[in-house]
């Protein structure tokens, strides 16, 4: 992988895993009603999504440009 196209990859995860979205207002009503060790495991699970998500999309992607 190019170093510009690794640093864009970086850049653009950084912008989606920095904007809040519904996953962050999951956590934090979690958290007030339920108490940090749910919160925790919430987020833990949210991570591995956002994970999955940008791995497929980014295999799908390298498909549809090849």
Do not use: K, N
């Amino acid at each position: 992988m190019e170093l510009l196209t690794l640093l864009s990859l970086m850049f653009a995860t950084f912008v989606y895993a920095v904007s809040p979205g519904p996953g962050i207002f999951a956590v934090l009503a979690t958290s007030t009603r339920y108490g940090p060790v749910a919160a925790l495991w919430l987020s833990i699970g949210h991570v591995i999504g956002d994970i999955l998500y940008v791995s497929i999309a980014m295999f799908a992607l390298t498909i549809l440009a090849q």
